[in-house]
Structures are given as structure tokens and as C-alpha cells.
């Protein structure tokens, strides 16, 4: 089926960015709102946007009158009887879009496609009080439309294969990615974002470090576009906890996306994010007052001599690279000497764990993360005794290039390594579960969430072994189910394939 002619039910901000797209791509478009005013309202601000493109030059004057030519504004709903596709982005009530998704029945054709951009509600729910369950689908697109070039195409359990691939190849003609998706809580992106925010909160609640801290080794350090607390704030807590919340407890309470009570807390506290000018951050003018400054680097008049040990050789060389560099002295023997500093490099462990496991004082332990980018971030994690001048030491040495240095207290693993680990490992899980395959979840979440890559992908980059060995590190100590191994991932591990592989 060749779609030509579609109806956007509700001229909210989804429902206009749609409808901007597909005219842009040459469709015919009716939108209907059942509130009196709101559709014109919607048109008119969406002509001033067009007109705004139009001055950059992305489109002629000519071209911008025939863009608003296709678009429709219909007094009733029965007008829209003749259209391939109907796209319902109305408010997140299933019962609401039931008894529209019925009366739509009624006036359309057989052939007629009835698509919701519903984020959170079960497309078999929504189907399932209608005659004909088969010709229904989700079609979940982000905001802003125009920009975010995504869109999840969700299989309701009645859902027959060729409304799937109309609306994938609709998606293709209005310039946007298609991904096929089950129908499950979440979806792909809303699902697999779950570990972000939720780990960085766990990590904080811990008293790891401050959310500022967090938010510059994520940034910097992992290279994500925003840290979480920042997004939290971004987004707001009015919706981005009972988006937690929902995904939670629709999983029967599975610990992967346990939310924190500190969000619950903020919420009712009414410290949402930066629409009220207060979050984890506070705001004036959009700019953030409160983010702590990156540590001064400590005054160290002598070196002491170096001791390495890491979990990986090539950890070593690069750290050893490093200090010699800088003209620092190893010490290479085999138990360091006593008064040496005693630098380790261990994954999802924390440093007293880590100098036990070595047999080594803790007195005189750091330990560095290398699971990020050494020449962007370093973060640095002394154990519970470890005496200040050699932590001082160990965060003027690596301070020497000018790179920022982070300085947490002890944890099960490093940020990062937490995080990257909980993200990677719930990518996997989604495709374990087979609700989109690997490649699609990739570019879902890459696309919808901003992610510097691909979570599966990613994997892969860092060393899904690696991922692996902090897994099962930090469950092995915590005991906490939300850090069990997909058995995607620990499959792949154990005989050597990609995290990408899909049999």
C-alpha cells in the first residue's frame, strides 16, 4: 500500500511536527482536534516555523505555499473517511484512545492504517476493543519531529506484517528511520534509556561523588551530549519519574529499572527540573548557578615512586607510557616498596577490594578508571584509608597534560564503568528479549536518546568482556540483581563474538 493521504488526529506539538514532515514529503494532510481552535492554532505557529525555514533558504517561497496547500484543517472527525493513514497523537489515556480509535473504525475504510504515537500504552490494549485489531500499529516519533529523524513502529499482537512495512516505507518517504519494535513497556528508546538516569541516581544516593562530578565524568569522560542530572533537569521530574515508575513497576518490579525515592522526593518537593528554575541544578536565565567547579590540582613538591597493577596488560603499557613520559619513577618490583604509590586499574571493583585482592597496603592505593578515553577524563578512586599526599600525588601526576582528573569516593566500579555497563547490558537484554533486533536498537537509541554510539555497538568498541567482568563484579559483591549479565552478552563473552551478532 502506497500512502498518499493521511489525518493527524490532535494539533499538539507531535501532531503538527508530523504533519510538517509529510507535507514537506508531499502528502495530504487533514488535522482534526476535537478542542475548537486548537487545530488552527497549530497551523498558524506551524506556519511561522516553515516561514522562519523558508528565510534560511531551505525551501522556495513557492515551495512553502505548496507545503501549506496540503494541509487541511477538518471541522470533524467523519471528514477524515477517505485517507490511507490516521496517526492519533491525542493525551496518554488508553481508555481516551479506545473510544477514538472506535469511532474511527466506523467512518474509515477497511484498508485505512490507524497508527498511535503513543510512548507508554500497549498498542494490543488500544486494539483490542476494535472489529479489526489487525490494521492497527504504533508509530512512536520523538520530539521535535522534524529533527529527531526516528521513528518506532510497534507490533501489537494482532498486527499484521504488511501495516509494518507500509508504515516502515512511509517512514522512509517523510525522511525518517523506521524501527520495528514489539509491544512492550518502553518500546526500544524509552525502554533502553532506563539505565542512564536510574544507575547516575543509584551512584549519587551512594555518595560516590556529587551530581556534579557525575555529570562531568559522563560527559567528558564517556562522551555522552548531557550528563543525567542534567537531563533529568532538562526533561523535568514531572516526567521523567513516573516515566520511571511506569516502566518499573508494568516490569512487575524488576530491579534493572528500580527507580530512586530521591526523584519521588524532589517530585513532591517540587524541584522538577529547570521549567521551574531549580532541580538538581539551580537556574537563572537558563544558565546553571550551582555546578561545582572541576577540583584544583594539589601542590606536590616530590614524587614518590610508582607501583602499577592492572586487570588487563595493556592497561599497564599505556599508564607505564604515561609516567615515563612525564618523567616519573616506576617501581618495577614484584611487591611494591614501602612507601611507593601503589596505582591499580581494576574494573568493578572498589580500591580496598582491589589492594586486598593484589595484597598490597591500601594506605597507599588509587585507583584509575580505563574504560573511558585517557586522553579526555581521568577519574581517580582512592580506598577508604588511603593517606591524602598520595592522593594528591596520584591526582597532580595524572593532572600533567591538562586533562580534567575527577576524584570519587569508594564504589562497587567506577562511574562509568557502572553506567556504561548497566546501558550496554540492557541493550543486550532488549534484544535477548527479541524485542528488536541489535542493529535497530543501535540506531533507536543512538538517534532517540543522543547517545554517542550505539549501546550493542559500543559494547563492542569498549570490550564486551570487559562489561562483563564489571557485571559480574559488582553483582558478585552487591548481590543486587539489577547487575545480572544478559545471557546476550554473556554468551557472546564466552565464545568470542561480536555483541552485534544475531543468529
Same mark, same amino acid.
Given at each position: 500500500?502506497?500512502?498518499?493521504?493521511?489525518?493527524?488526529?490532535?494539533?499538539?506539538?507531535?501532531?503538527?511536527?508530523?504533519?510538517?514532515?509529510?507535507?514537506?514529503?508531499?502528502?495530504?494532510?487533514?488535522?482534526?482536534?476535537?478542542?475548537?481552535?486548537?487545530?488552527?492554532?497549530?497551523?498558524?505557529?506551524?506556519?511561522?516555523?516553515?516561514?522562519?525555514?523558508?528565510?534560511?533558504?531551505?525551501?522556495?517561497?513557492?515551495?512553502?505555499?505548496?507545503? %501549506?496547500?496540503? =494541509?487541511?484543517?477538518? !471541522? /470533524?472527525?467523519?471528514?477524515?473517511?477517505?485517507?490511507? @493513514?490516521? &496517526?492519533? *497523537? $491525542?493525551?496518554?489515556?488508553?481508555?481516551?484512545?479506545?473510544?477514538?480509535?472506535?469511532? %474511527?473504525?466506523? =467512518?474509515?475504510?477497511? !484498508? /485505512?492504517?490507524?497508527?498511535?504515537?503513543?510512548?507508554? @500504552?500497549? &498498542?494490543? *490494549? $488500544?486494539?483490542?476493543?476494535?472489529?479489526?485489531?489487525?490494521?492497527?500499529?504504533?508509530?512512536?516519533?520523538?520530539?521535535?519531529?522534524?529533527?529527531?529523524?526516528?521513528?518506532?513502529?510497534?507490533?501489537? @499482537?494482532?498486527?499484521?506484517?504488511?501495516?509494518?512495512?507500509?508504515?516502515?516505507?512511509?517512514?522512509?518517504?517523510?525522511?525518517?528511520?523506521?524501527?520495528?519494535?514489539?509491544?512492550?513497556?518502553?518500546?526500544?528508546?524509552?525502554?533502553?534509556?532506563?539505565?542512564?538516569?536510574?544507575?547516575?541516581?543509584?551512584?549519587?544516593?551512594?555518595?560516590?561523588?556529587?551530581?556534579?562530578?557525575?555529570?562531568?565524568?559522563?560527559?567528558?569522560?564517556?562522551?555522552?551530549?548531557?550528563?543525567?542530572?542534567?537531563?533529568?533537569?532538562?526533561?523535568?521530574?514531572?516526567?521523567?519519574?513516573?516515566?520511571?515508575?511506569?516502566?518499573?513497576?508494568?516490569?512487575?518490579?524488576?530491579?534493572?529499572?528500580?527507580?530512586?525515592?530521591?526523584?519521588?522526593?524532589?517530585?513532591?518537593?517540587?524541584?522538577?527540573?529547570?521549567?521551574?528554575?531549580?532541580?538538581?541544578?539551580?537556574?537563572?536565565?537558563?544558565?546553571?548557578?550551582?555546578?561545582?567547579?572541576?577540583?584544583?590540582?594539589?601542590?606536590?613538591?616530590?614524587?614518590?615512586?610508582?607501583?602499577?597493577?592492572?586487570?588487563?596488560?595493556?592497561?599497564?603499557?599505556?599508564?607505564?607510557?604515561?609516567?615515563?613520559?612525564?618523567?616519573?619513577?616506576?617501581?618495577?618490583?614484584?611487591?611494591?616498596?614501602?612507601?611507593?604509590?601503589?596505582?591499580?586499574?581494576?574494573?568493578?571493583?572498589?580500591?580496598?577490594?582491589?589492594?586486598?585482592?593484589?595484597?598490597?597496603?591500601?594506605?597507599?592505593?588509587?585507583?584509575?578508571?580505563?574504560?573511558?578515553?585517557?586522553?579526555?577524563?581521568?577519574?581517580?578512586?582512592?580506598?577508604?584509608?588511603?593517606?591524602?599526599?598520595?592522593?594528591?600525588?596520584?591526582?597532580?601526576?595524572?593532572?600533567?597534560?591538562?586533562?580534567?582528573?575527577?576524584?570519587?569516593?569508594?564504589?562497587?566500579?567506577?562511574?562509568?564503568?557502572?553506567?556504561?555497563?548497566?546501558?550496554?547490558?540492557?541493550?543486550?537484554?532488549?534484544?535477548?528479549?527479541?524485542?528488536?533486533?541489535?542493529?535497530?536498537?543501535?540506531?533507536?537509541?543512538?538517534?532517540?536518546?543522543?547517545?554517542?554510539?550505539?549501546?550493542?555497538?559500543?559494547?563492542?568498541?569498549?570490550?564486551?568482556?570487559?562489561?562483563?567482568?564489571?557485571?559480574?563484579?559488582?553483582?558478585?559483591?552487591?548481590?543486587?540483581?539489577?547487575?545480572?549479565?544478559?545471557?546476550?552478552?554473556?554468551?557472546?563473552?564466552?565464545?568470542?563474538?561480536?555483541?552485534?551478532?544475531?543468529?
Amino acid at each position: 500500500m502506497n500512502i498518499q493521504s493521511i489525518a493527524i488526529i490532535g494539533a499538539g506539538i507531535m501532531g503538527m511536527g508530523i504533519a510538517q514532515i509529510a507535507a514537506q514529503a508531499g502528502m495530504k494532510v487533514q488535522i482534526y482536534d476535537s478542542h475548537m481552535g486548537n487545530a488552527q492554532q497549530g497551523l498558524n505557529t506551524l506556519k511561522t516555523t516553515l516561514e522562519k525555514l523558508q528565510q534560511k533558504g531551505k525551501f522556495s517561497e513557492e515551495e512553502l505555499k505548496q507545503i %501549506l496547500s496540503r =494541509i487541511l484543517i477538518v !471541522d /470533524t472527525l467523519e471528514q477524515v473517511d477517505a485517507v490511507d @493513514l490516521v &496517526i492519533e *497523537a $491525542i493525551i496518554e489515556d488508553l481508555e481516551i484512545k479506545q473510544n477514538l480509535f472506535k469511532q %474511527l473504525e466506523k =467512518i474509515v475504510s477497511t !484498508d /485505512t492504517i490507524l497508527a498511535s504515537n503513543t510512548s507508554s @500504552l500497549s &498498542i494490543t *490494549a $488500544i486494539a483490542s476493543v476494535l472489529e479489526h485489531p489487525e490494521r492497527v500499529a504504533g508509530f512512536h516519533f520523538f520530539n521535535p519531529v522534524p529533527l529527531m529523524k526516528i521513528v518506532e513502529v510497534v507490533a501489537g @499482537l494482532m498486527t499484521q506484517n504488511q501495516v509494518i512495512n507500509t508504515l516502515l516505507d512511509f517512514a522512509k518517504t517523510v525522511g525518517h528511520l523506521g524501527v520495528t519494535t514489539k509491544d512492550t513497556p518502553g518500546f526500544i528508546v524509552n525502554h533502553a534509556g532506563r539505565a542512564y538516569g536510574t544507575e547516575a541516581l543509584k551512584i549519587f544516593s551512594e555518595g560516590v561523588a556529587s551530581f556534579s562530578e557525575i555529570d562531568r565524568i559522563l560527559r567528558d569522560g564517556a562522551g555522552f551530549r548531557m550528563g543525567p542530572f542534567e537531563l533529568l533537569d532538562l526533561t523535568g521530574l514531572d516526567v521523567s519519574h513516573p516515566v520511571m515508575e511506569s516502566i518499573y513497576y508494568q516490569y512487575y518490579e524488576e530491579d534493572r529499572y528500580r527507580p530512586n525515592p530521591l526523584t519521588r522526593q524532589m517530585l513532591e518537593g517540587k524541584k522538577i527540573g529547570r521549567k521551574v528554575g531549580e532541580g538538581f541544578y539551580r537556574y537563572e536565565n537558563g544558565n546553571k548557578q550551582n555546578e561545582a567547579p572541576v577540583v584544583s590540582i594539589p601542590k606536590v613538591d616530590q614524587f614518590n615512586q610508582i607501583w602499577l597493577q592492572a586487570d588487563r596488560a595493556q592497561d599497564v603499557e599505556l599508564l607505564k607510557q604515561y609516567l615515563q613520559q612525564h618523567g616519573l619513577q616506576l617501581d618495577e618490583s614484584l611487591q611494591p616498596d614501602s612507601d611507593s604509590l601503589i596505582i591499580l586499574a581494576t574494573y568493578g571493583e572498589d580500591t580496598t577490594t582491589a589492594a586486598l585482592r593484589y595484597g598490597v597496603d591500601p594506605k597507599r592505593a588509587v585507583n584509575i578508571d580505563m574504560l573511558t578515553d585517557f586522553a579526555r577524563h581521568r577519574t581517580l578512586m582512592p580506598s577508604l584509608m588511603t593517606d591524602q599526599s598520595y592522593i594528591d600525588q596520584a591526582h597532580a601526576i595524572f593532572a600533567q597534560d591538562n586533562v580534567t582528573v575527577s576524584v570519587i569516593d569508594e564504589s562497587y566500579g567506577f562511574v562509568a564503568q557502572r553506567v556504561l555497563a548497566m546501558v550496554i547490558n540492557l541493550a543486550c537484554d532488549i534484544a535477548q528479549q527479541k524485542i528488536a533486533t541489535a542493529s535497530d536498537i543501535d540506531q533507536a537509541v543512538k538517534l532517540g536518546l543522543g547517545y554517542p554510539s550505539g549501546p550493542i555497538s559500543w559494547g563492542d568498541s569498549l570490550g564486551a568482556d570487559r562489561i562483563l567482568l564489571i557485571l559480574e563484579r559488582i553483582l558478585a559483591s552487591t548481590h543486587d540483581q539489577r547487575y545480572r549479565a544478559s545471557p546476550w552478552l554473556k554468551r557472546r563473552v564466552q565464545l568470542g563474538l561480536p555483541l552485534l551478532y544475531q543468529s
